[in-house]
């Protein structure tokens, strides 16, 4: 198991601020470790992208159906957290290249986000 630090404990800004890029397509398992401390913002948000080529990135998705009319709607979706707190989030493995993106959700002090992926590669 290889573990990265892809974003030290460091001050979180309203603006997505993309940690650095991952080659994961030797990984059989991935986690992403993350350290929140949440100060006086109201939280964080944390965007998972993925990519084959390591140029073009698309962003995780959830869906929502209408029953009403049998569509299906996807949204980006984003990883949420608000209070402090340190979890593993499972991440996706059908890619060669991981970004990962924090932001705060409102300006604020203390408020800071660790990083560190878990890889294991066979």
């Not at 001050?11 to 650095?20: E, Y």
């Not at 390591?54 to 029953?67: L, M």
Request: proline share 1%; glycine share 4%.
């Amino acid at each position: 198991m290889r573990f990265e630090e892809i974003r030290v404990a460091a001050a979180l800004t309203t603006s997505f601020v993309a940690a650095t890029v991952i080659y994961v397509a030797d990984a059989t398992q991935l986690s992403l470790e993350t350290y929140f401390t949440k100060g006086s913002s109201d939280g964080c948000e944390i965007k998972v992208e993925t990519s084959t080529d390591g140029i073009n990135y698309v962003q995780k998705a959830i869906a929502t159906e209408s029953a009403a009319s049998g569509r299906r709607q996807y949204d980006a979706c984003v990883e949420y957290m608000d209070t402090a707190q340190n979890i593993e989030i499972e991440m996706p493995m059908a890619c060669a290249y991981i970004k990962i993106s924090a932001q705060a959700l409102t300006t604020g002090t203390g408020t800071s986000l660790k990083l560190v992926l878990r890889k294991r590669v066979n």
